[in-house]
């Protein structure tokens, strides 16, 4: 994972979420939109990251989503975004070398940029008629619920394999090495209900990818997957199968 994190409030694809084009923006945009990398220090021994203000390019990638941010100016976006992104602590060579982990638990104990993350995700999600929030294992449990019963939305936990205790269905995906799989009890959602799909972070995209997969399968229409953090340079959105993906911090690398 990544040392630096990209502030920034996001979605991608055509969305069902917005009224009109106009909802989206008053002219074409180009197929994405995305930041470059951010002029970042970490100080050593401390939590202070310091940023420099962003700018958006157009992205020479061929898919047919786009990315709408907020706003494109750094001096209108939303204030809360900068302090949820400085709240998520990084983590060199863990769990192994080469990796910069993105530690949410700093993120959990700022009770104000906790706060403020879910505030983001329920301001989006409860005018949209959406009856489930699926948490993915395991994080996606710790965002879910509040935005959950803030929404008016049942929470289903998506669980990895032997862990929930009644019938479950279940889809496969594929690891860097093997496969897993996730799993959902029987019954928990019914066809025709309108889901969102929360997770921490996405980096390839795979277990996010097998949950819209399970809830398609029964017949759920899933609305839009979020996540807190992505790492866009894994291209784990391009697995979603053309679904939006909403997200608030964008991080570099792995």
């Not at 962003?54 to 990315?67: E, I, N, W, Y």
């Amino acid at each position: 994972m990544q040392s630096s994190s990209k502030f920034l409030l996001c979605s991608s694809n055509s969305n069902p979420l917005f009224g009109s084009p106009s909802a989206v923006t008053a002219t074409l945009l180009p197929s994405c939109l995305r930041f470059p990398p951010l002029s970042l220090t970490i100080i050593a021994n401390s939590s202070s990251i310091r940023f420099k203000p962003l700018r958006s390019t157009a992205s020479s990638s061929d898919s047919p989503q786009f990315t709408e941010m907020a706003s494109k100016d750094s001096k209108d976006q939303d204030p809360r975004i900068a302090k949820i992104s400085s709240a998520i602590r990084i983590i060199p060579d863990f769990p192994k070398p080469g990796i910069m982990f993105q530690d949410i638990t700093t993120l959990l104990l700022d009770t104000k940029a906790f706060k403020d993350t879910i505030d983001l995700f329920v301001e989006r999600y409860r005018d949209q008629n959406i009856s489930v929030v699926a948490g993915v294992e395991a994080r996606g449990f710790i965002f879910g619920p509040p935005i959950a019963l803030a929404i008016g939305a049942k929470f289903v936990p998506m669980r990895k394999p032997k862990k929930l205790p009644g019938e479950v269905i279940s889809e496969e995906y594929s690891l860097e090495y093997g496969t897993d799989k996730i799993e959902m009890h029987v019954g928990a959602v019914q066809p025709g209900e309108r889901a969102l799909v929360i997770d921490d972070l996405i980096a390839t995209g795979g277990t996010l990818c097998a949950a819209i997969k399970l809830l398609e399968r029964v017949g759920v229409n899933v609305v839009e997957c979020a996540c807190v953090i992505e790492l866009p340079e894994l291209k784990g959105r391009e697995k979603l199968g053309g679904k939006s993906l909403f997200i608030l911090v964008e991080g570099e690398g792995a």
